[in-house]
């Protein structure tokens, strides 16, 4: 069965910085696409950014391009999230997500989630 288990979120003041990370089991982790999704208080979970099987290919969706990095660690099972000079708007639950795509990345599983608030 597989299991992904982000950690890493917090409360930080706007400008500061946060590395999420996310450990899979269950799985060839290696084989998948990997994806961080957000779902900000009262809206839909919106796509964060997603990193190849291999980690030679990122996205990101434009609002972080610059501020966040994606990034893998296959022996460990697992991928990262960057996040540096936060906004008050990147507030919410984060989401890891395994399955294929890019740009138009698929989930086939979650994790639980990781709240971080960016206070003003």
């Known amino acids: 069965q597989v299991h992904l288990v982000e950690s890493g979120g917090g409360l930080v003041q706007a400008g500061r910085s946060l590395r999420l990370s996310c450990a899979a089991s269950?799985?060839?982790?290696?084989?998948?696409?990997m994806g961080w999704f957000r779902q900000p208080p009262g809206k839909e979970r919106e796509f964060v950014a997603a990193?190849?099987?291999?980690?030679?290919?990122?996205y990101y969706t434009e609002s972080v391009k610059g501020r966040f990095t994606i990034s893998r660690d296959n022996a460990k099972k697992t991928v990262y999230l960057q996040m540096n000079s936060l906004r008050p708007e990147d507030t919410g639950v984060y989401y890891c997500a395994l399955g294929r795509g890019i740009r138009t990345f698929a989930a086939d599983f979650w994790g639980q989630g990781t709240q971080v608030t960016v206070s003003s």
């Open positions: 990193i190849n099987w291999s980690g030679t290919i990122t």
């Open positions: 269950g799985t060839t982790f290696s084989t998948y696409d």
